[in-house]
């Protein structure tokens, strides 16, 4: 017996010791308290807000009273989690709708886009959640490659054609979803479509660079109209993000281990997304990153004014919006 408990003692210490170094703990953040109506009145746009953080942050959006637009590709899997986050809102909350919002077709952006413009007097907040992290190679309806086509065009395309609304509403809010993965990319204008070359660890990082360069090159244009958008990366999380990545049969009880320890949950991955929602505290800043709800220092290609321009200008070509 005594010789069974030493082999567990040093195989489960071994363990945590990868664990620990393959994934570094991160910096706890205390979940936000607001006012019980402190979104009152307000309407939010959630995408991909069936699963995840983004129906972690829907929760909490309806507990604070907002109106909560839960905008999913999948409309049963959207329908169950209203369900879900209803009851944990409680007897006063906000109201729910769900809308049918797939990323990978400029149609389907269009078409909501078009319902939300004719149906919504106002739009507050913005919040650009959804995501596809490194699947095999594939195309979105329109022909662009997947993670660039749902993660940065999808979302470029939305938030285009509702910037209107946006600024009639404003003071409003954009809020962009990246992932410190943006580190290990960059905008490859070579070939940008990866029709040469699919790495899919590397399109996933490319995408969130984008979304960065996105993020600064809007606030340039929104300066002086009260629209702000900011963009933030919040960490590892336990999400089915990461369902297209395969792992061996033997790894997958340690990840599945290293995730309840070192991963952050759902709720606490909604933290910082919630914070520039519906801080106080970020009223009027715009163009910034935050992380565990304190602005972010980026590496110089994140702030690339000149590449910000140049992948605007492309991607607005790709999705039509100019010739």
Known sequence: ??????????????????????????????????????????????????????????????????????????????????????????PEQG????????????????????????????????????????????KTEDGFEMQLGVNHLGHFLLTHLLLDLLKTSAPSRIVVVSSKLYKYGHINFDDLNSENNYNKAFCYSQSKLANLLFTLEL???????????????????????????????????????????FFKSPLEGAQTPLYLACSPEVEGVSGKCFANCEEEELMAKATDEQAAKKLWDISSRMVGLTN
Do not use: W
């Open 1 to 90: 017996m005594s010789t069974a408990v030493l082999i567990a003692a040093v195989v489960g210490g071994g363990v945590l010791y990868v664990m620990r170094r393959l994934f570094p703990a991160q910096k706890a953040g205390k979940l936000l308290r607001y006012p019980s109506d402190t979104m009152r009145g307000k309407t939010v746009i959630v995408t991909g807000a069936n699963c995840g953080i983004g129906k972690a942050l829907a929760a909490e959006l309806l507990k604070l009273r907002a109106r909560v637009i839960m905008a999913c590709r999948d409309q049963r899997s959207a329908e169950e989690a209203a369900q879900d986050i209803k009851k944990q809102a409680g």
């Open 95 to 138: 109201e729910v709708v769900i809308k049918h919002l797939d990323l990978a077709s400029l149609g389907s952006v269009r078409r909501f886009c078009e319902e939300i413009n004719e149906e919504e007097s106002k739009i507050d907040v913005l919040i650009n959640n959804a995501g596809i992290f490194q699947c095999p190679y594939t």
């Open 219 to 261: 606030a340039r244009q929104l300066e002086g109209t009260e629209v702000t958008v900011n963009a933030l990366t919040p960490g590892i999380v336990r999400t089915r993000l990461g369902r297209h990545v395969q792992i061996s049969l033997l790894a997958k009880p340690l990840l599945y281990l290293a995730s309840l320890i």
